[in-house]
T-cell receptor
Framework: DVKVTQSSRYLVKRTGEKVFLECVQDMDHENMFWYRQDPGLGLRLIYFSYDVKMKEKGDIPEGYSVSREKKERFSLILESASTNQTSMYLC????????????FGPGTRLTVL | GEDVEQSLFLSVREGDSSVINCTYTDSSSTYLYWYKQEPGAGLQLLTYIFSNMDMKQDQRLTVLLNKKDKHLSLRIADTQTGDSAIYFCAEGVSYIPTFGRGTSLIVHP
């Protein structure tokens, strides 16, 4: 069974703080993704990575950065958190191959005050 | 970019069938997926269909694909309160699927 875990289910931070969201998968998947989910907007892709140390911008990368030093771990970094980054953050992983299924973590609900 | 469209809400009575519809625009989609998201949780793959199939049945779930109209539907037979969730349609062309905005299924007694 594929397992994708995220470091926190709930997180409360203050404006201007640096925030780290961690994601770990245990199935040796090449691809990893960070999405944010907001009501009425569905899932929006922030960044993805198709290999260690490789990263690509998604649809809404502004205000975020990522790090993938090891294959199983993909971190999302908010350099200076702002209130409009309050959201549900979902991590996913998938093996290589066109159309391969994504496996999602449980999500981190981040509130920025 | 390509779009996946689905209605935002569906309300059904317990025991009835639910039909959630989705339209997509990329005719080269190889796979089409349905994901389920329960409250406070991540997305979970419910079922998928290859683009060369018309129908797939899995217990209470039936997926219908009309490639000509680029229309995908998910039918849930005998809908239960535990089926209340958000259902996302997604299409896979590359390894980055395109998701719809999700349909909130509300099941009432």
């Amino acid at each position: 069974d594929v397992k994708v875990t995220q470091s926190s289910r709930y997180l409360v931070k203050r404006t201007g703080e640096k925030v780290f969201l961690e994601c770990v998968q245990d199935m040796d998947h090449e691809n990893m993704f960070w999405y944010r989910q907001d009501p009425g907007l569905g899932l929006r892709l922030i960044y993805f990575s198709y290999d260690v140390k490789m990263k690509e911008k998604g649809d809404i990368p502004e205000g975020y950065s990522v790090s993938r030093e090891k294959k199983e771990r993909f971190s999302l970094i908010l350099e200076s958190a702002s209130t409009n980054q309050t959201s549900m953050y979902l991590c996913a992983s998938s093996p290589t191959g066109v159309g391969d299924t994504q496996y999602f973590g449980p999500g981190t609900r981040l509130t920025v005050l | 970019g390509e779009d996946v469209e689905q209605s935002l809400f569906l309300s059904v009575r317990e025991g009835d069938s639910s039909v959630i519809n989705c339209t997509y625009t990329d005719s080269s989609s190889t796979y089409l997926y349905w994901y389920k998201q329960e409250p406070g949780a991540g997305l979970q793959l419910l079922t998928y269909i290859f683009s060369n199939m018309d129908m797939k049945q899995d217990q209470r779930l039936t997926v219908l694909l009309n490639k000509k109209d680029k229309h995908l539907s998910l039918r849930i037979a005998d809908t239960q309160t535990g089926d209340s969730a958000i259902y996302f349609c997604a299409e896979g062309v590359s390894y980055i699927p395109t998701f719809g905005r999700g349909t909130s299924l509300i099941v009432h007694p």
